[in-house]
């Protein structure tokens, strides 16, 4: 297994700006992405249902407790006014009330313990696909892509879907069940009082409405600048020592502080508008609590109610103002739960990057490789052409140096040989053969990448050595690290091979984390290896030893090399110039000096003084 691919990364402060920067319009189909999300839920269909029940009981059971209630208020008064209360029955009835009460907590408990292991296995399903996902991206997305928006799509909006599921489902549940249980028990005691109270509804309905579609564009606004938030974060802790190393503090702040009062901005509108809908709804619901009151009392009085419907009816009416203030604050969860479940599934349906050929084959992995780039041409972009009919052979075995001054197109080749771009026009060929006609894993298996950028990650050093080949045993991982020149620094640390590396890697040095690197692609052992200034991070002793491990690493292996210091290839079979995208000279060393072109021109220069 090679290097792990890296790309060029945009300038700093440049990769967490992009979705402050992008129009924010309000989301396209709502509707879309919610029903779209069901799909998820499908498959846990039958147990949805069986929560959904359970909590339609423990609603009715809650319901029901106000009228036992008032009915044992009744037979208290008619005693009282007998001058005999029959405290039995009245104990009866209470027992059944807290009976009542008993049954409907406990099936609360259950439909909660249900829909919590639901959502953490569609939480977690969707996570898995978008972690699937960005490995069937093509790298063009994460060369234009802010890296923190797609690390804020797989945990603040995941974690916004989830609570939702989690929390909102089951209020939706017992809130329609309260109120339309509420309703009948109402019905069931005076339809004229009932009238009365469903007045509140249309207020509610008309007012929530109105908020909803005025604060909605802010709650999608509010997750894209969170997104440029966590990217601008995420950035600026990755490089905080070159912030630090060129004053950049005040403007890493100044940018902060620009993503941040968007996101209170927007953040701000959204809370604002969504916040006014519960204290509308309770300003409405008071004034019919006041008006229940007065038309209860006149009934009361000309002996068409009793006093406990009176008093149950007061509590049905407070209880039918909490399931819709309840609803009315939902409609706010949902907002920001459509607006993340939006940018979930616009980041699942992107397209993949473009399949293998239908017959494409296997590239076998052997050290018997020629390569041939015929008349290539490529560019990021259709007006920008970076590469222009670019030729060359290279023959099994070979080491080839590819050289030539900033952005002349060195990395780019690489990236076209390893596929993880198309060329625009011309071909490249493996043995004869097209490697579009290749499978991408095969293609890339045979390949050994070093880079100037290291990349280790958070485990012991035996383990990242051994990313290399994963079933290696512990005398190969010391036998790598030992070509490696690696092998006295691990031992010399605390816990040797079994040192754990924190997140960065940066409890060694850089050029320690270079050694392993190189440890790592040697454990490979790939059949063309491609270094891209692989010394650049060590002390001069050091280099020497490591171009001797890469030279006989590279002896019988075809290898590309990349390099700025023209004489650590000096022993290059063949050396290729590049500059503007086209090989302006090669051939060896001494050929390219002896021309006194371009190449002794850049070699001379780096000795002057």
């Not at 249980?181 to 005076?190: E, Q, V």
Request: charged fraction near 20%.
């Amino acid at each position: 297994m090679s290097e792990k691919n890296k790309l060029a990364a945009p300038p700093i402060g440049m990769r967490g700006g992009g979705a402050l920067n992008a129009p924010l319009d309000k989301p396209k189909n709502l509707g879309s992405s919610l029903k779209k999300l069901t799909r998820y839920l499908k498959m846990y269909a039958p147990a949805i249902i069986f929560s959904a029940f359970i909590a339609v009981l423990s609603t009715v059971f809650t319901i029901i407790g106000p009228k036992i209630l008032g009915n044992a208020t009744d037979t208290l008064i008619d005693g009282a006014a007998r001058g005999s209360i029959n405290f039995a029955a009245i104990g009866k009835t209470l027992l059944m009330l807290m009976l009542l009460y008993c049954a409907a907590f406990l099936f609360s408990y259950l439909q909660s313990f249900i829909m919590a292991s639901i959502t953490a296995n569609i939480t977690s399903k969707l996570r898995s696909d978008i972690f699937k996902k960005m490995h069937r991206l093509p790298f063009s997305y994460f060369d234009e892509t802010p890296h923190g928006d797609i690390l804020s799509r797989i945990t603040n909006d995941v974690d916004t879907i989830s609570t939702t599921l989690n929390q909102s489902f089951s209020q939706i549940i017992t809130s329609i069940t309260s109120l339309a249980g509420i309703t009948i028990m109402m019905f069931s005691i005076s339809w004229r009082l009932t009238l009365a109270a469903l007045l509140m509804i249309p207020a509610s309905l008309i007012s929530a409405a109105i908020i909803i579609r005025k604060s909605q564009k802010y709650f999608k606004k509010q997750q894209d600048y969170l997104g440029a938030v966590n990217g601008h974060i995420e950035e600026m802790l990755s490089a905080h020592d070159v912030v630090c190393a060129f004053n950049g503090e005040e403007e890493s702040i100044r940018k902060f502080s620009e993503h941040n009062n968007a996101l209170y901005k927007s953040a701000w509108k959204a809370n604002f508008l969504s916040g006014m809908i519960m204290p509308l709804t309770f300003v409405i619901s008071n004034f019919v609590y006041v008006v229940v009151c007065i038309t209860g009392g006149a009934l009361a009085l000309k002996k068409m109610v009793t006093i406990g419907d009176i008093q149950a009816f007061l509590q049905y009416v407070r209880s039918f103002t909490q399931p819709l203030q309840m609803i009315t604050n939902i409609t706010n969860i949902l907002q920001q739960t459509a607006a993340a479940a939006e940018r979930v599934f616009e980041f699942l349906e992107l397209p993949d990057e473009p399949p293998d050929a239908p017959d494409a084959k296997e590239l076998i992995k052997k050290n018997d490789f020629d390569i041939r780039f015929e008349n290539v041409y490529f560019g990021y972009t259709k007006n920008r052409i970076i590469i222009h009919n670019f030729s060359a052979n290279v023959v099994n075995g070979q080491k080839i140096a590819i050289v030539g001054p900033t952005g002349a197109g060195k990395s780019t080749i690489i990236k076209l040989l390893m596929r993880f771009y198309d060329v625009s026009g011309g071909a490249i060929k493996i043995n004869g053969c097209d490697i579009r006609l290749y499978k991408r894993d095969s293609l890339r298996s045979v390949f050994g990448m070093v880079l100037q950028d290291t990349w280790l990650f958070n485990g012991s050093i035996a383990d990242n050595i051994r990313y290399g080949k994963l079933n290696a045993t512990k005398e190969e991982v010391e036998a790598a690290a030992k070509a490696a020149q690696a092998d006295g620094f691990i031992r010399s640390l605390s816990d040797g091979y079994r040192m754990i590396l924190n997140e960065d890697a940066d409890n060694i040095s850089r050029g320690q984390k270079q050694l392993m690197t190189i440890a790592r692609t040697i454990i490979a052992n790939p059949s063309i290896l491609i270094l891209d200034e692989a010394t650049s991070n060590v002390d001069t002793r050091t280099e020497v030893l490591i171009q001797r491990a890469m030279d006989n690493l590279m002896a019988g292996r075809t290898s590309f090399v990349i390099a700025h210091r023209l004489s650590t290839i000096r022993n290059a079979d063949l050396i290729l110039v590049m500059k503007d995208g086209d090989i302006i000279e090669q051939g060896s060393h001494k050929e390219l000096l002896a021309k006194g072109g371009f190449y002794a021109e850049m070699y001379n220069s780096q000795f002057d003084s």
